[in-house]
């Protein structure tokens, strides 16, 4: 039997300063969802001078804003790019405009904000190589984003600011929150997203309690099977995340995270063994590590970065160590052969990672 999750909405106290419990809600409906496709938007590289030929494809593009002495002042990004059109600059018959179309990277600003007297951009590649630079940037048409997905937190016990303003209907802003699923005995679970309370009603579920209506990104489908087996706590079977895909591997690492204990490192010249049979692609081996390092359900990073800067303590092992890597194999005939733009490390390259980063890697 599914269980039903409880939620804790978490917001800013009336100082706006620090995070306290605003509500305590008995479940979510409507809350996993599969995300709605990216939105593609056309963009125009206005007055661009590649450094070599027009590339076929551009996959990841990072637009670099150039002060007036041509110095970077930020990036912005593109994800999945490919060039639909090119044309002589009517400006400068030197110079191509072209016409992209793309996936604008989350969390990024609609537009970049240009400095004065900027003398254009310069485009950079998923590797950090230039691709060339060009004068300017428009969206065309810009392409109406898809509407805000609804849930509804019932039964929720509300305090804090909140309460004013749902009792005493106190106009004032609420700031920052978030949501957090909760496990059987009331411990965070995993995160849940950052909604926007946009309604509210009496709940039947009981005296006092509220049902919240609120926009925000669905969870994906696939954690309906996924936090079930954190439900009453950190898993004790090793490679529950096995049966994932990609996508799913990825989410298992938020609860790991989440569940991780904090600054208690082995000494160093510790020996770790990592079970490869399930290595597949680069969240397997993340997940695959987290285990080898700190058991069933553990966590060691959630990307090559995250692993990085767990190896400068507190994530459960001190540098130097031996990680002894079993079925090996698995992992060099699948990671990084994926024919993507943008794709994820081979297996050479992330035991040369592991091994720059003083982990000495035994093939198994």
């Not at 930020?74 to 600059?89: K, M, N, P, Q």
Request: with cysteine; aromatic share 8%; proline share 7%.
């Amino acid at each position: 039997m599914t269980p039903e999750f409880g939620f804790a909405l978490w917001g800013e106290d009336e100082d706006h300063e620090d995070e306290q419990l605003w509500a305590l809600c008995e479940a979510a409906e409507n809350l996993f969802a599969d995300p709605p496709a990216p939105v593609r938007r056309r963009y125009e590289l206005l007055g661009c001078a590649f450094e070599g030929d027009v590339p076929s494809a551009l996959g990841f593009l990072a637009l670099t804003l150039l002060d007036k002495n041509g110095e970077a002042r930020g990036e912005w990004h593109l994800e999945d790019a490919r060039i639909l059109a090119t044309r002589v600059c009517a400006r400068d018959l030197s110079r191509l405009d072209v016409t992209v179309e793309a996936v604008r990277s989350d969390r990024q600003p609609d537009y970049p904000e240009r400095v004065p007297l900027s003398v254009g951009f310069g485009l950079v590649d998923a590797q950090g190589g230039l691709l060339g630079h060009c004068r300017d940037l428009a969206e065309v048409l810009p392409a109406e984003d898809p509407p805000p997905h609804s849930v509804r937190l019932l039964g929720c016990a509300v305090q804090g600011p909140l309460l004013d303003v749902l009792e005493r209907r106190k106009k004032r802003r609420l700031g920052y929150r978030h949501l957090d699923a909760l496990d059987a005995s009331g411990e965070i679970l995993a995160r849940a997203g950052h909604p926007d309370i946009v309604d509210w009603q009496p709940s039947a579920r009981g005296p006092g309690l509220y049902d919240l209506t609120v926009h925000t990104d669905p969870q994906p489908s696939v954690a309906t099977g996924i936090w079930p087996l954190w439900w009453h706590g950190i898993p004790v079977t090793p490679n529950l995340w096995a049966p994932f895909d990609r996508t799913g591997r990825d989410h298992w690492l938020g609860p790991a995270l989440d569940h991780q204990k904090w600054g208690v490192d082995r000494a160093a010249g510790h020996t770790y063994r990592l079970d490869g049979r399930h290595v597949t692609d680069e969240e397997g081996f993340l997940c695959a590590l987290g285990e080898a390092i700190n058991g069933p359900g553990g966590y060691f990073g959630r990307s090559l970065d995250g692993v990085a800067d767990a190896l400068c303590g507190n994530f459960g092992a001190t540098k130097p160590f031996t990680l002894i890597w079993h079925d090996h194999e698995v992992a060099r005939r699948c990671l990084g052969v994926q024919p993507l733009m943008w794709r994820p490390a081979t297996f050479e390259e992330l035991l040369g990672f592991l091994r720059e980063e003083g982990v000495d890697v035994v093939l198994a």
